[in-house]
């Protein structure tokens, strides 16, 4: 479990690829401390398990399910990630739950300032937009962000400069992959009401048991 709150960029050092194994080694600093074998490690939002580490980088390996759900594949010699280290219990959550499992991509279409804040605009396909809402939470590479807008499949987000800053987000262009993952509880919703979360759209055959009475009767009216 992570925040959204990314500790710091790291940089693609070396990427192990053979018939047996695909690694990914990448070159850090404070998600370092107090790191041992198997601990978990946000990069670029995506839950990695720590397999080796030294002073100052650590490896992890990547499954094929995970390269092809996930911009990791994209990836190059010292390609900016963003970090972060798993949730512990007496931490202080300044984002949302994220759990590092990544819904989709959506792409980059557009980048524009505006005064202090940097608005991006990317499209979504439909598996990821039926878990958007406005106003509501996601994590973008990690990042645990506010949705200024969806609409016809086009994502809206807004930057402050210290997200800009502090993330990958400042190196990123136009046709670029973003991983995307959703609020937790958005899926949780569409499960409970009885929607097929892995089709888009189609229902599970079955009627869901949340009616208007259920709704008044437990105070949501």
């Not at 990427?15 to 978990?40: C, F, H, P, T, W």
């Not at 819904?103 to 300032?113: E, F, Q």
């Not at 878990?131 to 509501?136: A, E, N, S």
Request: hydrophobic share 35%; charged share 25%.
């Amino acid at each position: 479990m992570f925040t959204g709150i990314v500790q710091e960029t790291g940089k693609l050092k070396n990427r192990i690829e053979n018939a047996d194994k695909y690694q990914l080694m990448i070159s850090a600093n404070k998600v370092l401390k107090d790191i041992k074998k198997g601990d978990s490690i946000a990069v670029n939002g995506v839950c990695l398990t720590v397999v080796d580490f030294d002073s100052s980088s650590f490896t992890a390996d990547v499954m094929p399910e995970t390269l092809n759900s996930t911009n990791l594949s994209d990836l190059k010699k010292s390609s900016m990630v963003n970090l972060e280290q798993s949730l512990r219990m007496s931490d202080f959550v300044g984002g949302h739950f994220v759990t590092g499992h990544v819904d989709g991509t959506a792409v980059l279409r557009d980048i524009k300032k505006e005064k202090n804040a940097y608005l991006l605009q990317l499209v979504c396909s439909d598996d990821l937009t039926q878990y958007i809402v406005k106003k509501g939470s996601a994590a973008l590479n990690g990042v645990s962000l506010t949705v200024m807008d969806i609409k016809d499949n086009i994502l809206k987000i807004s930057l402050i400069p210290e997200t800009w800053n502090s993330t990958n987000f400042k190196n990123i262009k136009r046709g670029d992959r973003i991983n995307i993952e959703s609020d937790i509880l958005g899926k949780y919703v569409l499960k409970l009401l009885g929607k097929d979360s892995t089709k888009t759209g189609n229902s599970r055959g079955n009627k869901s048991s949340i009616t208007t009475n259920f709704l008044k009767e437990n105070g949501f009216y």
